[in-house]
């Protein structure tokens, strides 16, 4: 069983660029949640993909987009960086939403500096 | 809005003793799972526990219990037999808009004193 996969591990960007994160989802998981966590605090959630539809979104602003492609795999893009947007992202995989009783599979994240 | 508090900012135990981390959080739902989450120095959130706010017995896993008052909104763990391998930060956790999508806490960072 293949785990929850992101790429790059970290990353390097400066103010008013534009990155895309990329995750894999665990075998079996057709959902896939984004969350950025900010260092010292708690996840934030972002939104969450299911079947390649954006099924519900956090407090996040519109240059905060996503993608699921077929394969259940997801895209976090940010446009326009600010220096707030340093952060670790996290991915989640799970089962369909209401079918796995909330777990979440986590990636281990994408570390985003902005400059 | 759904509201998760966790007011340890650290804790440290001594090995083979046990903690308890707390947690409250506000809602208005009747029926919701809440979590404990641990995120290893590796980075990689795993679930500790689940508890179904509608089940009055409190979840336990192993060394991982849980004290649940529903009606105070307290969600507590408990590590009994702390070991080297618990150090972590913990994370409880609440469904918002769907089990799926969480509200966490700010943390506990729990150390454990050989």
């Known amino acids: 069983e293949t785990g929850v996969t992101q790429s790059p591990t970290h990353l390097i960007k400066t103010r008013g660029q534009q990155v895309t994160l990329r995750c894999s989802s665990q075998s079996g998981h057709n959902t896939v949640s984004w969350y950025q966590q900010a260092l010292g605090q708690g996840p934030q959630f972002i939104f969450q993909?299911?079947?390649?539809?954006?099924?519900g979104r956090g407090n996040f602003p519109p240059r905060f987009s996503g993608l699921q492609f077929p394969n259940y795999s997801s895209e976090l893009n940010v446009n326009a960086l600010e220096l707030d947007d340093s952060a670790l992202y996290l991915c989640a995989s799970s089962l369909a939403p209401g079918q796995g009783a909330g777990e979440l599979f986590f990636g281990e994240g994408s570390r985003l500096t902005v400059l | 809005a759904q509201t998760v508090t966790q007011s340890q900012p650290e804790m440290s135990v001594q090995e083979a003793e046990t903690v308890t981390l707390s947690c409250t959080y506000d809602t208005s739902e009747s029926d919701y799972y809440l979590f404990w989450y641990k995120q290893p120095p590796s980075r990689q959130m795993i679930l500790v526990i689940r508890q179904e706010a509608y089940k009055q017995q409190n979840a336990t896993e192993n060394r991982f219990s849980v004290n649940f008052q529903k009606a105070a909104k307290s969600f507590s763990l408990k590590i009994s037999d702390s070991q080297l391998g618990d150090a972590a930060m913990y994370f409880c956790a609440f469904p918002n808009f769907g089990n799926e999508k969480l509200t966490f806490g700010t943390g506990t960072r729990l150390t454990i004193i050989p």
């Open positions: 993909y299911y079947r390649e539809e954006e099924n």
